[in-house]
């Protein structure tokens, strides 16, 4: 139900911040501790969404089968995973440092507040973008409890991303968005210029790549993988030029999950070699 394989699309980035707040040397012990920390946060996140949104996923046709709605398991077993998770994070958070745990209410605000966003603004995409955001950000007070200007364009450079490729995904629901009168910014401005807008986001995204490897003084292998990065970007909208949907799940999925385990390998490799 939680789908543990789009973790892919945050864990990376909260290790690039902890390989710059370590300056590429993490204990193990606090990449255990981030990876736990990162793994119930997640969890939760989805988990809440997938509660709060059963009634809507059971009418729309793209979601109804979804394990709730289709009814594979319960809506209480849901809650106890959320409540299960999120002592995960803060007996995590709890063990990296004090900063990181006083900080973690706050983190658990944006994940679960996300999920009602779509109901009152079509900046909803953004709102996803500010969670994952937190990611990278996080997982450098993880190392370094006084945050630096790179995180924080690395943080930027995860919003516009995730914002962009969200606006994409929801392309897919836009008949089914104005219907129930949901927001989304492809119900509201359009197919057309949803993409337009995807699109910038994902340049200001790879400008943000590139900025960081500045701030980080990169070595050429950095820009290597920067290089991919916007290059799988470019396909990514490739792929749905002409304003066709049909490759939405492998522009969403595949191409973004390849961009995120690409900066983790710039930022690691510019560290170790």
């Not at 949907?245 to 690691?268: C, D, E, P, R, T």
């Amino acid at each position: 139900m939680v789908k543990f394989e789009h973790t892919i699309f945050a864990l990376p980035f909260a290790f690039i911040g902890l390989l710059i707040g370590s300056a590429g040397r993490p204990d193990f012990k606090t990449v255990l501790l981030v990876l736990a920390a990162m793994t119930g946060a997640r969890t939760a996140a989805m988990g809440f969404n997938r509660l709060i949104d059963a009634s809507i996923d059971a009418k729309n046709p793209r979601t109804q089968n979804r394990a709730l709605p289709a009814g594979l398991i319960s809506k209480t077993g849901v809650a106890s995973l959320i409540v299960i998770s999120l002592a995960v994070f803060f007996a995590s958070a709890f063990a990296i440092n004090e900063v990181c745990f006083i900080l973690s209410p706050l983190a658990v605000f944006l994940l679960l507040f996300y999920s009602y966003t779509k109901r009152f603004t079509s900046l909803s995409h953004f709102a996803l973008g500010l969670t994952l955001a937190v990611s990278p950000s996080a997982g450098y007070l993880a190392a370094n409890t006084v945050l630096t200007l790179a995180p924080l364009v690395l943080s930027a450079a995860v919003l516009t991303w995730v914002a962009g490729f969200d606006i994409i995904y929801a392309c897919q629901d836009i008949d089914f968005d104005k219907k129930e009168k949901l927001y989304s910014l492809p119900a509201v401005a359009g197919l057309g210029r949803s993409l337009i807008y995807s699109r910038l986001l994902h340049f200001f995204t790879v400008s943000c790549f590139i900025l960081l490897g500045y701030l980080i003084a990169a070595r050429p292998v950095y820009y290597f993988f920067v290089a991919m990065c916007a290059a799988l970007l470019i396909y990514e909208h490739f792929l749905l030029r002409g304003s066709n949907l049909k490759n939405v799940n492998a522009a969403f999925f595949n191409v973004n999950g390849s961009v995120s385990i690409a900066m983790f390998f710039a930022v690691l490799l510019n560290y170790w070699i």
